[in-house]
């Protein structure tokens, strides 16, 4: 099955601990992003990736670093969170050309 | 500066009736235009998208959208709403130039959905 997969789908840990998010997706999908939603500002893109090692900044990554050594993987990681990073994240991978996004389930995180 | 409005954040429709979800859209050149559905605790899911041609498009569950270039609108709508309808709805809009914003998608802020019995 086509599938997007983030892990964890719950997250509650405390301020300035380093955590990842981890995304996977089975179908050799090139581009790959992350997305915060938050109440009332809809999906705002954080990270961006066009192909292995080629990722690019979106409208919010203060604070997130991504990496993306193989095509299928595209973690997300919080050096230190901080409270306004609890949010619920969403990551997505299309293929190439004019293509729908698949997302996966999310992941709601909350930093204490 | 690419954006999309969704002006209402609730629609309310009874079951039956049809319904419509308002997208306005400002990108340079032409776009690529999208729909999602989001329901309780998953992800989004693919409605349906506009790429060039006829201006409306048919997509997943019996909706259809109508892209009007002059209003820079691309409205989603179902002939006859169900109670399974709702959810949250998000319009995007992908960029077709070829500059920095190549292959990026900008969503507007999510409309509710409420179809009642």
């Known amino acids: 099955e086509a599938q997007v997969t983030q892990n964890p789908r719950y997250l509650i840990t405390v301020t300035g601990k380093k955590l990842t998010v981890t995304c996977s997706q089975n179908?050799?999908?090139?581009?790959m992003s992350w997305y915060r939603q938050d109440p009332g500002l809809g999906l705002r893109q954080i990270y961006y990736?066009?192909?292995?090692?080629?990722?690019d900044k979106g409208d919010v990554p203060e604070g997130y670093k991504v990496s993306r050594k193989e095509k299928r993987n595209f973690p997300l990681i919080l050096e230190s969170p901080s409270p306004n990073q609890t949010s619920l994240y969403f990551c997505?991978?299309?293929?190439?050309?004019?293509?729908?996004?698949?997302f996966g389930q999310g992941t709601r995180l909350t930093v204490v | 500066a690419q954006s999309v409005a969704q002006p209402e954040d609730q629609v309310n429709v009874a079951e039956g009736n049809p319904l419509t979800v308002k997208c306005t859209y400002s990108?340079?050149?032409?776009?690529?235009l999208f729909w999602y559905v989001q329901y309780p605790n998953r992800g989004l899911q693919f409605l349906l998208k506009?790429?060039?041609?006829?201006?409306l498009v048919k997509g997943s569950y019996g909706f259809e959208a109508e892209f009007n270039k002059s209003q820079t609108s691309f409205h989603l709508k179902k002939p006859s709403a169900l109670v399974s309808d709702s959810a949250l709805y998000f319009c995007?809009?992908?960029?077709?130039?070829?500059?920095?914003?190549?292959?990026?998608?900008?969503f507007g802020r999510g409309t509710q959905l409420t179809v009642w019995p």
């Open positions: 997505a991978s299309r293929d190439r050309g004019i293509t729908e996004a698949f």
């Open positions: 179908m050799n999908h090139e581009y």
């Open positions: 990736s066009m192909n292995v090692e080629v990722t």
């Open positions: 990108v340079s050149g032409n776009p690529y």
């Open positions: 506009y790429i060039t041609g006829d201006n």
């Open positions: 995007a809009v992908r960029p077709a130039d070829r500059g920095s914003t190549l292959g990026r998608l900008y």
